[in-house]
C-alpha cells in the first residue's frame, strides 16, 4: 500500500520515530489510540477504517497491547466486506490482533472469531475471497513442531474444526480449480493435518489423493505438496513405496531427460528448487523408520526406478563436475550436488560413482564462498560415514586442515567432522598427530568436541598400547585449561576412560607410570604454530587426575615413590578441591606401600591440616584417614583398608555418547520386502493383551466391487483376465518356476477407446501382504512397476517367494490409484497366493507306484496328520472331464481317471510336488464319486502329503476351486 494512500498513517509513523523518549512515544500512542477508538463511533468509509485499522496494527507490532482490544471488533467488520483490499487488510489485522495460538485454549478462541468469516469465504464462487481465506487458515493454524498440543474428537470445536479440513481438502483435490488455489489450499491443509492429525489417518480414502499430488504435472503444485505428502508418509509409512516410482521418473525426465517447461529454468538449470525438494524427499524416506526398522530399502525399488534414480544421480555429479559459468549457475548445480550425493549411497552406487561424487565435492572446497564451503564439507561427511568410502589422502587431508583454521566456525566444525568420519586405519595416525598440534590454537568452543574425536579415534585404531597411553596423556596435557563457565576441555569422560583402559590392561600399568612421571617432570613444549615463542603448557588437571589414581594403584611398580609423591604434594594446592580430594586418597595408598619412607610424615603433617578444612568433603576425607594413620604404628587398620581395584566391568566407552556429528549415520544395508514393513495385525487384539502397533492402523481394506471373479479365475488359470471396467482392464500371466511365481499384469486403457482418454497418475499405493510379519510364509516383490501415464497398455510385475506352508486366508492385496477424465479412481484387488500354485506334476510308473506311495504316507504321518477328506458339490460347469482337465491344469499328474461311462464309481488319482523355500512335499489325491441320493453328483477329494497338516490345506483350497462356478 503506497504511503501516498495513507498520508495519515505514514506522518503518524514518522512522529513515533522523532519520539525523544520512551514516554513521549507512549504518550503519542495513548492519544492516537483515544482518537481511533472516537473515530471508529463515527460513520467511516472503507478507506477511513483501513488507515485506522492500519494504526492500530503498527502500534500493536510496536509492543503497545494494552487498549486497542477494540480494533479486532472492526477488523472483523472490515472483512465482511466485499472490497478485495479491504477483506485483506481485515485478515491481516486479525491474523496479528488474534494470533496469540500459544495453547489449544488460544486456538480454539481464535477459531470461534473467525469460524464464520472462514466458511463464508470458502463457500464464495470467487477464487480471489477463497485464497485469502485459505491463507489465513495457512499462515495462523500453522503449529510449530514442538508444540504440545492437537485437536481430537473430544474437543467442542472439533465439529467446526473437521468443517474447516474437510473445505479445505475439496479445494486441493478439486480439478476445476485454479493451481494458485490449491497450492494455497495445499499448504493450508498441510498445517490443519499437523493440527487434527486423525483426520487424515482415518480418511483412507484421503490419502491416495494427497499422494498423488507429487505427480501432478504443475511443478509449483509438486513443490507445494512435499511437505504434506512427507507428513503422511510419517503417518502412513506403508504407504511409502507407491510414490517412489513417481518421483524417480519426474527426476530423472527434469533432471537427465530435460524435460521441463521454459518457466521453471534458473538461468539454465531446470527447475532446481523441484530437484534438490525431491531429492531431499527421498532421502528422508531411506532414513524413516516405523519401530527402528527402515520404512524403506533399495531391494522396495523395482529394477526401472532404481535405474532412473542412479541416472539422475549420476548425471547431477557430472553437471557439477564441469566448468560452470556464473555464479547463479554454480549455485544450482551445488545445490543439487549436495542433495544427490546424500542420496546416492542408499542406491548402493558402485565405488567409482562415490569417488566421483568425492572429487566433484572436493573441487568446492576451495570455493570463497562460505556457505558452499560448509555444504560441501557437510555432502562429504555424510557420504563417507554412510557409504564407508574415505575422501583421498594426498591433496584432500592437507586441504581439510587448513580448513581448520577457516574464518568461519561452522565450517571449521565440519571440517572437524570429516576428519573424523574419514580417519582410517592408513590415515589416523597422522590426523591424530595433526589435531593433536592443532588443539591449543583451536576455538574455545571446538576444544571440547575436538578432545572428545581425538579420544575416541585414538581408542578406536590403536594397535600399541604405548603409543595410545603416550598420545592420551599428551591430550590430558594440552587440555588442561577452561572456558569462560569454569569447564574443562577434556570432560571427565576422556580421563576416565583412560584409567578403565589402564586398570583392565596389565601391560599397561607399568608404562603408564613411568610415561606421567616424565610428562610431570618435562611438561610439553607445544609448536608455536608460525609465532617467535614456542608454547609451555601449564599444569593440566586431567592429567593431575590420572596421576594420582594411576601412581596410587600402581605406583609401586616402579622404583621412585620419592619422586612420585613429590611431583604430586606440588600441584596439590594448585588444583580444585575435588582433585584434592583424590590426591588425599592417592597419598593415603602412598602411606601404605611405602610406610618407611621419609615422605610419611609430611603426608601425616597434610592429613592433619587438612582435617580442620573449610570444604566438608576434604576435611571428612581427611580426618578418616588421620584417624588410619595413626590408630596404629604399623598403618595396620590402613593396609586392611585399601585393596585393589578390580577390573571395570563395563568396557563401554561413554564418549561416544557425546561425539556428535555423524558417529550415528553409518547406512544400513538390511533389505526389508514390501511384506517385511510392519504394520497392525487383523488378530492383534485377541492374540494377546499387549498391543504396541499404530493405533490409527487401519486393519481391513475394503475391496473393490466385482474382485471375486478376477480372484477365482486367477485360482484356475495361469493366464486371463484380473478386472475390467469402462476405465481399465488387467490381464494376468502367472509364471511359477519352483517355490518363485511372478505375475505379469497387463494394464490397458479401456478409456482410450470410449472417451479417448489416457490414464494419469497410475500408482501401485499398496501391496499388501496377509502372511504376517514374523516368519512369514511368503515375501513379495514389486519387480515393474508401470507407467505413470497409460496412453495404451503398460505392465506391472510382482515377484512372490513361497517360503513355507501359506493358509487359505493369507492372499494378498494389490491397491492402485489412477485418474482418468479428471476422476479419482481406486481399485483393491485380491489375488490368490496359495501353496497349490507351486505344485507341479511328479510321475509316477504306474497306479499301483501311486498306492505304493498312499501307504507309505498314510504309515508314516497317520491320517490324523497326513490326510484329510472333505466332500464337495462341483458347480454345475464341473462335469467329471472338466474336473480331470482342472487337476491337470493346477499341476497335477493324473495317473489314473476311470472311464466316464458308466457315470458310476468315478475315481481320478493324481500326483505332484508341492515346492517351498524351506522343504518340499509329495502330495497325492483321489477324486471320487458319491453313490447317494442325498448328494448328487458329489464328490470325496482325500488328499496325503509328506508334510503333517498341509492335506488339509490343499484340500480345502481344490474344494474351494471346484464349488464356484466362473
Not at 355 to 366: D, T
Given at each position: ?86 477483506k485483506q487488510l481485515g485478515y491481516l489485522a486479525i491474523s496479528i490482533l488474534a494470533n496469540k495460538n500459544s495453547s489449544k485454549i488460544d486456538l480454539n478462541n481464535t477459531l470461534n472469531i473467525v469460524y464464520p468469516i472462514l466458511i463464508k469465504d470458502l463457500r464464495s464462487n470467487n477464487e480471489d475471497i477463497n485464497c485469502l481465506a485459505i491463507q489465513y487458515i495457512a499462515s495462523n493454524f500453522n503449529l510449530s513442531d514442538n508444540a504440545s498440543y492437537q485437536i481430537d474428537e473430544s474437543d467442542e470445536n472439533s465439529s467446526e474444526w473437521l468443517e474447516l479440513i474437510d473445505m479445505t481438502y475439496s479445494f486441493v483435490t478439486s ?563 519352483g517355490n518363485n511365481i511372478l505375475i505379469r499384469f497387463t494394464i490397458i486403457n479401456n478409456s482410450a477407446k470410449t472417451a479417448g482418454t489416457d490414464i494419469t497418475k497410475f500408482t501401485v499405493l499398496e501391496l499388501e501382504s496377509r502372511a504376517g510379519d514374523t516368519d512369514p510364509s511368503y515375501l513379495l516383490n514389486l519387480k515393474q512397476v508401470p507407467e505413470s501415464t497409460i496412453r495404451d497398455k503398460s505392465v506391472l510385475e510382482i515377484e512372490i517367494k513361497v517360503r513355507s506352508v501359506i493358509e487359505n486366508n493369507e492372499s494378498p492385496i494389490l491397491s492402485v490409484t489412477f485418474m482418468c477424465g479428471g476422476s479419482f479412481n ?141
Amino acid at each position: 500500500m503506497a504511503p501516498s494512500q495513507m498520508k495519515g498513517l505514514t506522518q503518524f509513523i514518522i512522529n513515533l520515530r522523532n519520539s525523544n523518549d520512551s514516554e513521549e512515544e507512549a504518550k503519542r500512542i495513548n492519544l492516537e489510540i483515544n482518537n481511533i477508538q472516537t473515530k471508529f463511533a463515527t460513520n467511516l468509509n472503507g478507506y477511513q477504517q483501513k488507515k485506522y485499522l492500519c494504526k492500530l496494527v503498527y502500534i500493536y507490532l510496536n509492543g503497545y497491547h494494552e487498549g486497542i482490544e477494540f480494533g479486532l471488533k472492526h477488523a472483523i467488520e472490515l472483512v465482511d466486506s466485499q472490497v478485495y483490499s479491504e477483506k485483506q487488510l481485515g485478515y491481516l489485522a486479525i491474523s496479528i490482533l488474534a494470533n496469540k495460538n500459544s495453547s489449544k485454549i488460544d486456538l480454539n478462541n481464535t477459531l470461534n472469531i473467525v469460524y464464520p468469516i472462514l466458511i463464508k469465504d470458502l463457500r464464495s464462487n470467487n477464487e480471489d475471497i477463497n485464497c485469502l481465506a485459505i491463507q489465513y487458515i495457512a499462515s495462523n493454524f500453522n503449529l510449530s513442531d514442538n508444540a504440545s498440543y492437537q485437536i481430537d474428537e473430544s474437543d467442542e470445536n472439533s465439529s467446526e474444526w473437521l468443517e474447516l479440513i474437510d473445505m479445505t481438502y475439496s479445494f486441493v483435490t478439486s480439478p476445476i480449480h485454479k493451481p494458485i488455489v490449491k497450492r494455497k489450499a495445499i499448504i493450508a491443509l498441510f498445517a490443519l493435518s499437523k493440527l487434527y492429525p486423525k483426520v487424515i489417518i482415518n480418511n483412507n480414502n484421503w490419502i491416495p489423493r494427497i499422494l498423488t499430488l507429487i505427480d501432478d504435472k504443475d511443478f509449483d503444485i509438486v513443490i507445494s505438496s512435499m511437505p504434506l505428502v512427507e507428513y503422511v508418509v510419517r503417518l502412513k509409512p506403508q504407504f511409502i513405496k507407491s510414490i517412489i516410482p513417481a518421483i524417480g521418473l519426474k527426476l530423472f525426465n527434469i533432471v537427465v531427460e530435460g524435460k521441463c517447461p521454459e518457466e521453471y529454468y534458473y538461468y539454465k538449470i531446470p527447475a532446481p528448487w523441484l530437484v534438490v525438494g525431491l531429492l531431499h524427499l527421498m532421502e528422508q524416506f531411506f532414513l524413516m523408520k516405523d519401530k527402528d526398522i527402515p520404512v524403506l530399502c533399495i531391494s522396495n525399488l523395482d529394477d526401472q526406478t532404481l535405474n532412473n534414480f542412479r541416472q539422475v544421480v549420476s548425471t547431477s555429479i557430472q553437471n557439477a563436475s564441469q566448468s560452470i559459468k556464473g555464479l547463479p549457475n554454480r549455485n544450482s548445480q551445488s545445490s543439487i550436488l549436495f542433495q544427490a550425493v546424500s542420496l546416492a549411497v542408499f542406491l548402493d552406487a558402485s565405488e567409482d560413482a562415490i569417488h566421483g561424487a568425492i572429487n566433484a565435492l572436493i573441487l568446492l572446497l576451495n570455493s570463497p564462498d562460505t556457505n558452499t564451503r560448509y555444504l560441501a564439507l557437510d555432502a562429504l561427511t555424510k557420504l563417507t560415514s554412510r557409504s564407508n568410502i574415505p575422501v583421498g589422502v594426498d591433496d584432500t587431508i592437507p586441504k581439510l586442515f587448513q580448513l581448520l583454521y577457516d574464518k568461519d566456525i561452522s565450517v571449521r566444525r565440519k571440517a572437524l567432522d570429516l576428519l573424523y568420519a574419514t580417519c582410517t586405519p592408513l590415515t589416523f595416525s597422522s590426523i591424530i598427530n595433526r589435531l593433536l598440534d592443532y588443539f591449543p590454537f583451536s576455538d574455545f568452543s571446538l576444544k571440547s568436541e575436538l578432545g572428545i574425536k581425538i579420544a575416541v579415534l585414538a581408542e578406536r585404531f590403536a594397535t600399541d598400547s604405548t603409543w595410545y597411553v603416550t598420545t592420551m596423556l599428551k591430550l590430558l596435557s594440552i587440555g588442561g585449561g577452561y572456558n569462560s563457565n569454569g569447564v574443562s576441555y577434556i570432560g571427565n569422560e576422556v580421563w576416565e576412560r583412560i584409567v578403565q583402559i589402564i586398570v583392565n590392561n596389565e601391560d599397561l600399568q607399568q608404562k603408564t607410570c613411568k610415561l606421567i612421571i616424565n610428562l610431570l617432570k618435562n611438561p610439553l613444549v607445544l609448536s608455536a604454530n608460525g609465532k617467535s615463542q614456542p608454547i609451555q603448557t601449564g599444569l593440566s588437571e586431567n592429567l593431575i587426575k590420572v596421576a594420582g589414581f594411576v601412581l596410587g594403584e600402581y605406583g609401586h611398580l616402579v622404583n621412585d615413590a620419592d619422586t612420585q609423591f613429590q611431583l604430586l604434594y606440588e600441584s596439590y594446592f594448585r588444583v580444585s578441591l575435588l582433585t584434592r580430594a583424590m590426591l588425599l586418597s592417592t597419598f593415603l595408598k602412598f602411606l601404605v606401600k611405602f610406610p618407611d619412607n621419609d615422605f610419611v610424615p609430611e603426608i601425616i603433617d597434610l592429613f592433619e591440616i587438612e582435617s580442620k578444612s573449610m570444604d566438608l568433603e576434604i576435611q571428612t576425607r581427611a580426618y578418616e584417614y588421620l584417624k588410619l594413620a595413626t590408630i596404629s604404628s604399623n598403618f595396620e587398620l590402613a593396609q586392611k583398608t585399601i585393596k585393589p581395584l578390580p577390573a571395570f566391568v563395563n568396557v563401554e566407552s561413554s564418549l561416544l555418547h557425546r561425539i556428535g556429528g555423524y558417529h550415528d549415520i553409518s547406512r544400513r544395508k538390511s533389505r526389508v520386502l514390501a511384506k517385511n514393513i510392519p504394520r497392525k495385525s487383523p488378530t492383534a487384539d485377541i492374540t494377546n493383551g499387549e498391543d504396541d502397533t499404530n493405533p490409527f492402523d487401519d486393519t481391513k481394506t475394503a475391496l473393490s466391487p466385482n474382485w471375486y471373479s478376477g480372484y477365482y479365475r486367477m485360482l484356475h488359470f495361469d493366464a486371463g483376465i484380473f478386472f475390467e471396467s469402462p476405465l481399465i482392464k488387467l490381464t494376468y500371466r502367472i509364471l511359477k518356476e519352483g517355490n518363485n511365481i511372478l505375475i505379469r499384469f497387463t494394464i490397458i486403457n479401456n478409456s482410450a477407446k470410449t472417451a479417448g482418454t489416457d490414464i494419469t497418475k497410475f500408482t501401485v499405493l499398496e501391496l499388501e501382504s496377509r502372511a504376517g510379519d514374523t516368519d512369514p510364509s511368503y515375501l513379495l516383490n514389486l519387480k515393474q512397476v508401470p507407467e505413470s501415464t497409460i496412453r495404451d497398455k503398460s505392465v506391472l510385475e510382482i515377484e512372490i517367494k513361497v517360503r513355507s506352508v501359506i493358509e487359505n486366508n493369507e492372499s494378498p492385496i494389490l491397491s492402485v490409484t489412477f485418474m482418468c477424465g479428471g476422476s479419482f479412481n481406486q481399485l483393491n484387488l485380491k489375488f490368490p497366493v496359495l501353496l497349490i500354485k507351486t505344485l507341479s506334476a511328479t510321475i509316477l510308473g504306474s497306479e499301483d507306484d501311486f498306492e505304493k506311495r498312499w501307504l507309505q504316507i498314510g504309515e508314516l504321518l497317520g491320517t490324523n496328520e497326513g490326510e484329510y477328506t472333505t466332500t464337495v458339490i462341483p458347480s454345475a460347469s464341473f462335469t467329471y472331464p472338466n474336473i480331470i482337465r482342472l487337476l491337470s491344469r493346477l499341476g497335477f499328474a493324473i495317473v489314473y481317471a476311470s472311464p466316464e461311462n458308466p457315470p458310476s464309481n468315478l475315481l481320478i488319482k493324481g500326483a505332484g510336488i508341492l515346492h517351498t523355500q524351506k522343504s518340499n512335499y509329495g502330495v497325492l489325491t483321489k477324486v471320487k464319486s458319491i453313490e447317494s441320493e442325498v448328494q448328487e453328483n458329489g464328490y470325496n477329494i482325500v488328499v496325503r502329503c509328506t508334510g503333517g497338516g498341509i492335506a488339509e490345506v490343499i484340500a480345502l483350497t481344490l474344494k474351494e476351486i471346484l464349488q464356484e462356478d466362473l
